[in-house]
């Protein structure tokens, strides 16, 4: 009988090493996300992305992004000069309105931007993203970048979240986060249930809103 429990417990430990993005208990109790995807073939630290998201790398701006395809939904606030990639810095005295269903048809979204007062309104219909699927995020991501951005119960968070361009920190909402912060952009969140699908939707407002004064050594 210890044979088989010292076997078993010789047995285990290889099993989880070879669980691809399965949740690994440590010690402690921490869950450790694990991922075959290298550093190198990361879509958030390597170069793994496509050139869609790259052309955006850099510019203070965010976008909408499903961990389960890699897709994103730029939010313009601040308008950049497609050629240049510099900042427009001059009055626009419009406000445009995007959004659209992902490619895949994991999520839509529905987008009022205000150039001139930097902020943003609309909403998101999660769809077949209301579920993360953590395999398809370790297929783009590595291991480091997904232990970082997955909280550790990933029951109560969606497949969709916010990416920030300049600092490639990503956030996902979750069900029970009424707002947060992604450097100078906040997102105030409030969920619903949505009354012509299955699925849920959540309300977003976003403000572009940078420190107003440089903090004093």
Not at 10 to 23: D, F, H, K, N
Not at 65 to 70: K, Q, R
Not at 166 to 180: H, M, P, S, V
């Given at each position: 009988?210890?044979?088989?429990?010292?076997?078993l417990?010789?047995?285990?430990?290889?099993?989880?090493?070879?669980?691809g993005a399965?949740?690994?208990?440590?010690?402690?109790?921490?869950?450790?996300?694990?991922?075959?995807?290298?550093?190198?073939?990361?879509?958030?630290?390597?170069?793994?992305?496509?050139?869609?998201?790259?052309?955006?790398w850099?510019?203070?701006?965010?976008?909408?992004?499903?961990l389960?395809?890699?897709?994103?939904?730029?939010?313009?606030i601040?308008r950049?000069?497609?050629?240049?990639?510099?900042?427009?810095?001059?009055?626009?005295?419009?406000?445009?309105?995007?959004?659209?269903?992902?490619?895949?048809?994991?999520f839509?979204?529905?987008?009022?931007?205000?150039?001139?007062?930097?902020?943003?309104?609309?909403?998101?219909?999660?769809?077949?993203?209301e579920t993360?699927?953590?395999?398809?995020?370790?297929?783009?991501?590595?291991?480091d970048?997904?232990?970082?951005?997955l909280?550790?119960?990933?029951?109560?968070?969606?497949?969709?979240g916010?990416?920030?361009f300049?600092?490639?920190?990503?956030?996902?909402?979750?069900?029970?986060?009424?707002?947060?912060g992604l450097?100078?952009?906040?997102?105030?969140?409030n969920?619903?249930e949505n009354?012509?699908?299955?699925?849920?939707k959540?309300?977003i407002l976003?403000f572009?809103c940078?420190?107003?004064?440089?903090?004093?050594?």
């Amino acid at each position: 009988m210890k044979r088989l429990v010292l076997a078993l417990l010789v047995i285990l430990p290889l099993i989880l090493t070879g669980c691809g993005a399965e949740q690994n208990a440590a010690l402690d109790g921490e869950v450790v996300y694990s991922s075959e995807t290298s550093a190198e073939d990361c879509y958030l630290c390597g170069d793994g992305f496509d050139n869609l998201i790259s052309s955006y790398w850099g510019q203070d701006n965010v976008a909408l992004i499903s961990l389960n395809s890699f897709e994103i939904k730029p939010i313009e606030i601040n308008r950049y000069d497609r050629l240049s990639r510099q900042l427009i810095e001059e009055y626009a005295g419009v406000v445009s309105f995007g959004g659209g269903s992902s490619k895949d048809g994991g999520f839509s979204a529905s987008l009022m931007i205000d150039y001139d007062r930097g902020y943003a309104t609309g909403s998101v219909d999660f769809l077949a993203d209301e579920t993360l699927d953590v395999d398809k995020a370790a297929s783009f991501l590595c291991a480091d970048c997904l232990n970082e951005i997955l909280p550790q119960n990933v029951s109560r968070c969606f497949g969709v979240g916010a990416v920030n361009f300049a600092t490639k920190e990503i956030q996902l909402f979750e069900e029970n986060l009424g707002g947060f912060g992604l450097e100078d952009f906040y997102f105030d969140c409030n969920l619903e249930e949505n009354k012509n699908s299955d699925s849920r939707k959540m309300d977003i407002l976003i403000f572009y809103c940078p420190i107003r004064y440089e903090e004093t050594p």
